[in-house]
């Protein structure tokens, strides 16, 4: 288990710093594109294209994975804090696998769908330059299926008394 811990929390650190590069070079990119079209009346191309094919996807879909593994989505604990610990434990595990049965459904459905797209060498076309923009959709299954992962690996955890992603024995090595 602990060597398993090991690998999602390198692939959700991997996804992270992608996500968090995607973001400084939309910033670039954009700057760049804004700098040019008010000092030389002209600007880079496709600019909108890979801002909305390519960086918003890595943005949005890759640091799933990290708001899992933190436990940072959003939750609603009202109920839940009443009950007695161990029926909690049997609860959070329930819904850590409807979770990762939905997004891993999720991941497949979009990879089928990114598949296709490659293999239609889809595009999109802006000012008559072509950008492809299948390699976006593939932002989708990795985000979702790692998010997928995360649940497993959690429920799991939880069954052989291992402690989870967030501080536990685990991954004390990697954090």
Do not use: C
Not at 86 to 92: A, V
């Amino acid at each position: 288990m602990k060597y398993v811990g090991i690998l999602l929390s390198k692939l959700v650190a991997a996804t992270t710093i992608v996500g968090a590069v995607a973001v400084v070079l939309m910033i670039v990119q954009i700057t760049v594109d804004v700098f040019l079209l008010n000092l030389f009346s002209t600007s880079l191309p496709a600019t909108g294209a890979i801002v909305a094919n390519y960086y918003m996807a890595a943005i949005s879909f890759l640091p799933v994975a990290l708001a899992e593994k933190l436990d940072k989505h959003i939750a609603v604990d009202v109920f839940y804090n009443t009950l007695p610990p161990r029926f909690q434990k049997w609860l959070l595990m329930a819904v850590r696998l409807v979770v990762a049965i939905a997004t891993g459904g999720a991941a497949y459905g979009f990879l089928l769908d990114a598949v296709h797209k490659y293999q239609n060498n889809s595009y999109v076309l802006e000012l008559d330059v072509r950008v492809p923009d299948w390699p976006g959709y593939f932002m989708l299954p990795i985000g979702f299926g790692l998010w997928s992962l995360i649940n497993l690996y959690k429920v799991a955890a939880s069954l052989t008394g291992d402690e989870d992603m967030n501080g536990g024995r685990a991954l004390a090595e990697f954090e």
